[in-house]
């Protein structure tokens, strides 16, 4: 057989092969691709909707919306019963109402952060009244137009419920002894000191200071939680007690760091029996040989706007102490600015 023969028979052969096995390569080749096609339908189609995210990467269980910020509470000074300490209050003088005058001269204090508390509310302006608001012969102070002093550095300046001082005055203070984080006037707190070791020697007792400094928020909510009081029926709290006993932010002497809230060390709070104490007996008799005054004495009210209060002195220096104490004037008769009754 010839070359030629045998590679014609060859070709014939892979011819007829070819034929004979084209329909079993065209379906696995049919096979490979559909099984191909099938996984790139999977991963790009079925997958990132099971697992979202799976297709660029990141982690499908991992979350990535954020959580809305958790609010902050600040802490609120704590309170004696009518005076506030320096660093803290009691949950009971807390300011759960707000109640605040619109009828006044300038405009209602704004919460502004002291050194150990954070933001206090400022209070809700109630209706204007038509004048002044008077509680068997005390009147309501957020119902009175009032003056800003000019001179609150003055350690004899007034301050009642018709002079007061801006919401922004903060007066140079120091530290107290024989309190807790107290806070006076460096005048005030030198004859602190002084009267102190005279009535230590002189009766044996301590005097203790419960309230000096308080910053404007302070004696808001001190004034506010009264009002709430008086709002819930709270046992003996009335409006003629809040309005008699409670100065309002600005026009209270404890603003300016000349008053001072004092009782005898071993005494748990301050009381309108001070002066039948051996300490407060004394201060009746040589306070003012060291600049204070009892600034709210009794039978006095109607001139000085609030009731007798026992624990209640004023600095206001060994001269006009000592003046007022030998003519029995108070503050206001002094000054020639009595409060005058309706």
Known sequence: MSNRQIKMKKNKSHSRFIRENALRILAGLTVVLSVAAIAILVRA??????????????????????????????????????????????????????????????????????????????????????????????????TVEYEIVSNPGDITVLINKYYAVSEDYVPELVPAASSASQRLRPEANTAWDLMRAACLEDTGKTLYLTAGYSTFEQRIALFEVAIKKVNDGVSGFTMKRVVSKYAYAGRSEHNVGLALDIREINDSAISSNFLNTPAGAWMSDHAHEYGFILRYPAGKGHITGYDFEAWHFRYVGVDLATTLYTTGQTLEEYYGKEQVLP
Do not use: C, N
Request: glycine share 4%.
């Open 45 to 142: 189609y079925v997958l990132p909707r099971m697992h979202p995210g799976s297709a660029t990467g990141t982690d499908p269980f991992t979350s990535t919306s954020v959580s809305p910020p958790r609010e902050s509470s600040s802490d609120i000074p704590e309170t004696s019963p009518e005076t506030f300490t320096s660093t803290s209050v009691s949950a009971t003088a807390m300011p759960d109402s707000t109640v605040s005058p619109t009828s006044v001269t300038s405009s209602a204090p704004s919460s502004e952060p002291s050194a150990t508390t954070v933001q206090v509310s400022k209070p809700t302006p109630s209706p204007t009244p038509s004048g002044p608001v008077w509680y068997d012969g005390f009147v309501d102070p957020r």
